[in-house]
């Protein structure tokens, strides 16, 4: 199998003949400034590591550019946003480098773009307090602000997969940690707008992720992503479920996850043999279909590249 054959196969349940390994690091904000420059670096960082498919960066991108957000104190100020379109620099900036990074991997993997679920593009722009506080001010304002924002992303998603040629999604949802809000405040407030955005990848593509976010280091109320349809789940050992049989069993789909992402963890400090012997009894647990070898989420700067290959390398000899 080649790494696109290999990843095909996992995401539709099928053994493969070595588990894939998917790892990913933000790209440095040197680079954001010059499209060829960022596409030639994420070209560049997936041939060193050698990993087994590409999530596509959205850096440069993050926080909803509507001017209704900045310096936003009010709850009622969110009726005002509008739609961005499909033509806003925003979207088609990311479909117009998303294109050129797609052209430099060259068709030698799949490649799937990172979207934050509405309700998180919003705290981007605003962080988390005044997110909290606006939506507790007025959950349907928040509610009419987040469907603006889910109907520009279906833009964007089809942007990326049809014009640029991601082969899906990788969708970041957040907000599930269990001091947020209740399940039942989540799937009133944030699930519609998630969906939205997802229901459409999906008509688009069969090859999309879902990343259940725990990069706040709390565990997540699962329940709450209950109905969320992808090709594969990403999720936090770490914090949610530790046993990689159990999130199969759990997610009822192909899994992908299994180090901690942590500045200081594992993979930090281990020895080589020391990561070979876990990557082995990963996929011991694991098994070779259903199941994709990553992390809890993206791993920071400072890990040295070569670390990420040490794990490609080893899942390669099992």
């Not at 060259?106 to 997110?131: H, K």
């Not at 069993?249 to 963890?265: A, I, L, P, Q, Y």
């Not at 809890?296 to 890990?303: P, V």
Request: proline residues 3%; glycine residues 8%.
């Amino acid at each position: 199998m080649n790494k696109r054959e290999r990843v095909i196969a996992a995401f539709h349940g099928q053994e493969t003949d070595h588990v894939p390994v998917s790892m990913f690091q933000h790209v440095r904000k040197e680079f954001w400034d010059s499209d060829d420059a960022f596409a030639a670096e994420q070209a560049r960082w997936f041939r060193n590591t050698d990993v087994d498919f590409m999530k596509l960066s959205m850096d440069k991108y993050f926080g909803w550019p509507s001017p209704i957000l900045k310096g936003i104190t009010k709850a009622e100020d969110l009726y005002k946003i509008e739609p961005l379109g499909e033509n806003h620099p925003y979207i088609r900036g990311q479909i117009d480098r998303t294109k050129k990074v797609v052209d430099a991997i060259n068709g030698e993997c799949v490649g799937l773009y990172t979207v934050f679920n509405p309700l998180s593009a919003i705290r981007l722009a605003i962080d988390y307090p005044m997110m909290m506080k606006l939506i507790r001010e007025d959950p349907e304002a928040m509610k009419y602000a987040c469907g603006i924002v889910a109907e520009d992303e279906k833009a964007l998603v089809r942007g990326v997969i049809q014009e640029a040629g991601a082969d899906g999604l990788f969708y970041s949802v957040q907000n599930g940690e269990v001091n947020r809000f209740t399940a039942e405040e989540y799937r009133d407030w944030v699930m519609p707008y998630d969906r939205i955005v997802l229901d459409y990848a999906n008509t688009l593509s069969d090859m999309n992720a879902i990343h259940l976010c725990a990069w706040e280091q709390l565990p997540n109320r699962l329940d709450v992503w209950n109905g969320y349809k992808a090709g594969i789940v990403g999720w936090s050992r770490v914090f949610d479920i530790s046993d990689i049989r159990k999130a199969k069993w759990r997610f009822g789909c192909t899994v992908w996850g299994g180090f901690d992402n942590r500045k200081g963890s594992f993979l930090y400090t281990a020895t080589r043999e020391e990561i070979e012997a876990e990557v082995a009894r990963l996929i011991e647990q694991g098994g070779k279909k259903g199941f994709i070898l990553g992390a809890d989420c993206s791993f920071y700067e400072d890990l040295p590249e070569e670390r990420i290959r040490w794990v490609v390398e080893a899942a390669r000899k099992i």
